[in-house]
C-alpha cells in the first residue's frame, strides 16, 4: 500500500478512535448538548470522507461494512444481552442523560458496573435523531468496529487483509450487526494486541513512531472500557509484553513505553472506583464467591472436561483456529510470535476457568449461555495472529 | 483475463467475504425490508420481537400515566418477562413498593382494577 494512503488510513483510524473517545469525555461532563451532535456528525464526516476519497482504497472493506450496516439497519433489536445489558444501558443514558445515574443500581441484571463506553455512544446516535428508538442506536456497535478494522487494512498486505476481513466475518458473525459486545472485544483485543507486539517485538521503525504509539494507546483505553473482559485481556497483554521482554532481557528497555501504555488503564480505574464507592459490583464474580465455588470445582475432574468441551472441543470455530495455528506455525516457526500467542492464549483461557469455576450459577448453564460469545477473542487470536505470521514468511521470501 | 489470473486469490477472498455475508443476512437474521426503509421509527419494530403481552405493559403503564409500578410474585419469577418489561418499559420504573402492580390475567390478585388489557391487568393496592 502506497505510503500516503497508509497514513490516510491511520489518520481516519486515530479520528475515528479520538471521536469515539470525545463523546464518551462530554458525556462523563455532563454535556448532553449541541456539541454532542456535532460530535457524532462529525463521526459520520469521517465515515463518508473515508468512503469518498480514495474510492479504490479499501474497497472490500468499503463494501463489506457498507453490507454489514444494512444488515444492522434491517434488523431489530433482538438478543438477550443487547436488550438486557447494552441498550438498555443507552436507553438510560439518554433518559437520564448523564452516565452515573448507574449508581441507584437499577435493574442489578443489567450489570451496572460493566464500562459505559460502547453504550454511550450509542446513546449518542439516539441524540442526534431526538429521540429513543432502537434500531439506529444499535447500529452504533456496528460503527464501532470501524476504526480497527482501517487501521489493520494499513498494515497488512492486500491479499492477507482480505483473508483476515473473511476471517473476521467467519469468527465473529452475526457479532457484526446484532449488537453483541463481545465481537468488539475479540476485535480491539486482536488489533492491541498486534499493535504491542509490533512496539516490543517486532520493532519495525515505521511502527516505533509516537503516533503508532499514541494509536496503541487509544486502542487500549477503548479495548478496557468495552467491558470487563477487555480490561482484563488488556492486563493480559502487558503482562505477556512484561514476560516476553523479561524472557528476552529486555525488560528494562522496554519499561519506559510499558508505563506510558499503563496510562490507558486510567479511565477504567476511574470507572470502577466510581462503582466501587456506589456499591456496584460484579454479580457474577466477587471473591467470596471465588472461595465458595473455585476451590470447590477444582478437585472434580468433570468440571475441566465440561471446561474444555464448551470452550474448545465442541467449538468447531476454535478447531479450525487452533488448525490453523498449528499450519501457519509449522510452516515458518517465528518463536517470539509463537510464544507470545501461546501466553496470552493459555493465560485467558486460565482466567476463564477462574471465572467460571468461581460463577454462582450452574457450571453447565453458564458454559452453555455464554462459552461461545467470550470464546471469541481467542479464536481471533489465533486465526490473526496465523495470518500474520504468514504475512512474514510473506515478505522474508 | 490477465488481471483475473493475476488475482485469483484476491477475487476468491472477495466473493467469500460476500458469500458469508450474503448467508448470515439469509440464514442467520431476522432482516426486514420493512425495518431498512424506516429504521427511525419511533416503535423500534418491537411486534417482530417481543410477545404482546410485554409490549401491552408499556401501553398500559402510559395510558394510565404510571411513573412506577409492581410485578406480580408470578411475573417477577419469569425471568424473560421481568427483564423485557424493566427494560422495554424504562424510564417507568419498576419498584416493589410502589401500589400499581401488573397482574396477568390468570392471577387472583385482590386490588382494585384500575385496567384491563389483553394479557395484563393494572391494579391499585392499598
Known sequence: MPIELKSFNNKISIILLLLILSNYFFMSLGFFNLILKINIILFFVSIVYFYSKNFKNNLSLKIYFLLIVIICLGTAAEGWDLRSLYLFHAKRIFFDQSLYSVADNYAVFSHNDYPLLPHAFSASFAFLSGYWHEVF?????????????????????????????????????????????????????????????????????ENNNPIFIFSTFLFCVCLSLLKNEGFALLVLLFLTASFVSLFEKKLLFNLSRILILCFSFIPFMVWKIFCYKNGISNTDFTFSLLNENLLERLVVLENFLLFFQYLIISNEKVIIALLFFAFSFYFNFNKK??????????SYLALLLIIYFSTPYDLNYHLETSANRVVESLTLLLGFFSLYNLNILNKTS | MTYLKKNKLII?????????????????????????????????????????????????????????????????????????????????????????ILVSLEENQNCESIFKGQYIELQKCP
Open chain 2, 12 to 100: 476468491f477472498f472477495f466473493i467469500l467475504g460476500i458469500l458469508q455475508i450474503l448467508y448470515y443476512w439469509s440464514e442467520r437474521s431476522n432482516f426486514k425490508l420493512q425495518i431498512l426503509s424506516n429504521p427511525f421509527k419511533k416503535n423500534s419494530y418491537l411486534s417482530y420481537i417481543l410477545p404482546e403481552r410485554i409490549i401491552e405493559t408499556r401501553k398500559i403503564l402510559i395510558s394510565n400515566d404510571i411513573n412506577k409500578f409492581n410485578l406480580s410474585t408470578k411475573l417477577r419469577n419469569e425471568m424473560y418477562f421481568f427483564q423485557r418489561v424493566i427494560e422495554l418499559n424504562y424510564p417507568i420504573k419498576f419498584d416493589p413498593k410502589s401500589k400499581y
Open chain 1, 137 to 205: 442506536p444499535k447500529s452504533a456497535y456496528t460503527f464501532f468496529y470501524l476504526a480497527p478494522l482501517i487501521f489493520l487494512s494499513s498494515h497488512i498486505d492486500k491479499k492477507k487483509y482480505l483473508i483476515l476481513l473473511s476471517l473476521i466475518i467467519f469468527f465473529l458473525g452475526t457479532h457484526l450487526y446484532d449488537g453483541g459486545i463481545d465481537g468488539l472485544v475479540a476485535i480491539y483485543f486482536i488489533t492491541t494486541a498486534y499493535c504491542i507486539y509490533e512496539i516490543f517485538f517486532s520493532r519495525k521503525n
Open chain 1, 337 to 346: 510470535l509463537f510464544y507470545f500467542v501461546i501466553f496470552l492464549f493459555s
